[in-house]
């Protein structure tokens, strides 16, 4: 029901039958249709605001985030509260369900950082490259071991549920630690 209507039955309930003012109908008829104009108005207004917020945050958080596929040389990087980590992808392979992969992180900086854990996701990608996060899956993951300083370490990861035929990506994302060691 819009607003136009409710307003006519306002009216008419507050009127005995055949007592309706014809003016004062078409006056909160006007009324309802201004009203209505207004709300999708401020609608549209919210809504290009919460794509404007989404958008910012994709912006912002976009640097915390590691895009890796299958086969690409090289490496993508993490902002994290302490500087900047890379990432690479390499040995993928089948294991049970799903798919091994190992995932080289070097700490770019001159502390150990230790009881690190970050949220990967994983899954396949449509024929243009693009990733199909309906059918992506996630988990969050600890480091058994710390990240060395100043060097690569080693993690064995196994992605569930996605054969190496059908891995597309790999995004590390939210990685955070529990503290740093510096050499003595």
């Not at 895009?67 to 089948?94: A, C, E, F, K, W």
């Not at 798919?99 to 992180?105: D, S, Y």
């Not at 071991?145 to 993690?155: D, I, K, M, P, Q």
Request: hydrophobic share 40%.
């Amino acid at each position: 029901m819009n607003l136009r209507t409710i307003a006519i039955i306002v009216a008419a309930a507050g009127m005995a039958p055949g007592c309706a003012d014809p003016k004062a109908v078409a006056a909160l008829e006007k009324r309802a249709t201004d009203l209505e104009a207004q709300v999708t108005t401020l609608k549209s207004s919210v809504e290009a605001l919460e794509r404007d917020k989404s958008f910012d945050k994709f912006l912002k958080d976009i640097d915390s985030i590691a895009y890796l596929t299958p086969g690409s040389d090289g490496y993508s990087t993490i902002q994290t509260d302490l500087g900047r980590v890379t990432v690479m992808l390499v040995n993928v392979q089948p294991y049970a369900n799903g798919t091994r992969v190992t995932l080289c992180f070097g700490n770019l900086l001159s502390a150990a950082i230790n009881g690190a854990k970050a949220t990967l996701e994983w899954g396949a990608v449509d024929e243009k490259g693009t990733p199909k996060n309906d059918s992506a899956r996630s988990r969050e993951v600890k480091f058994a071991e710390s990240l060395r300083a100043g060097a690569w370490t080693n993690v064995q990861v196994v992605l569930e549920g996605v054969p190496p035929t059908d891995l597309g990506f790999v995004r590390v994302k939210d990685m955070t630690h529990t503290g740093i060691s510096l050499i003595r």
